[in-house]
């Protein structure tokens, strides 16, 4: 029986693709795998659904909501790489995902929900600072994704640059303090948001939460302190979650400080 020969040309080319991978496999070489990792990639939309709220919350002048959900980006963003990596399923593709979900978030939201708070008001001045924090955050994750490590940030991370200016803006929002009503609040507001922005693109070493791990055992004391955090946190989140936050920008500058004093180069 004569084999036609549209449908032998198909069998010859899908055995020779067989073969390819067979060759590929004995050789410790990757084959091509079509699709992605539903969970992780779920959490960074969850984070970047988080950061494009923050932005509607902002414009119907709800800005509670706005700070809330900043930090919910940022749970998010510290749960998808944490789920990735415990359940083996990294990729390129994540990767690139939770960089642009990040730039959303951490980026253009907080900047977005500066300037409709406040920075709009010092006019040219206000846009300016604006595109400063959103292009620095931008130069802050492309070094991050060319050299970043889990072991300590260079420059200040952009989460916790983002959970500093909305915690700023929930504590003036909640003790009544309104841009048009003081003009000092959106100085200052101003004045936090460019020194983020360049602490960002800074070469100050930061801690990073990536290197804690929730494996192994802790003295009951830990669960207690950890419980105890949450009462602080939760007595009054506005100004609490704005001083760890300011803390923990000052951090890196405080460190840089010490081991210029104390003659310590830092360790690379």
Known sequence: MTVPEGKGRTRALLRAVVARAEDD????????RRGI??????ITTGALFAGF???VAAMNQNFVAAAVATYAAMVL????????RLTSTQSAFGAQ??????????GVAPAMVAFVWGL??????????TFTYVACTALRLARYNTSGTLQSFTGLASPAAACTIVSLIWTFHESGIGAGRSGAAAIALGATTALTALLMVSNFRYFSPKVLTFRGRVPFIALVAVVLGFAIVASD???VLLALSVLYALSGPAQWLWETLHNEPAED
Do not use: C, H, I, K
């Open 120 to 129: 709009a008001t010092l006019g040219q001045a206000g846009w300016v600072v």
């Open 25 to 32: 496999r004995e050789r410790g070489q990757p084959t091509l």
């Open 53 to 55: 709220y923050a932005m």
């Open 97 to 106: 995902y939770d960089s642009l979900s990040d730039m959303v978030a951490f």
């Open 77 to 84: 963003d510290t749960a998808d790489g944490r789920v990735a």
């Open 37 to 42: 990792f539903l969970l992780p990639n779920l």
């Open 237 to 239: 989140p506005p100004r």
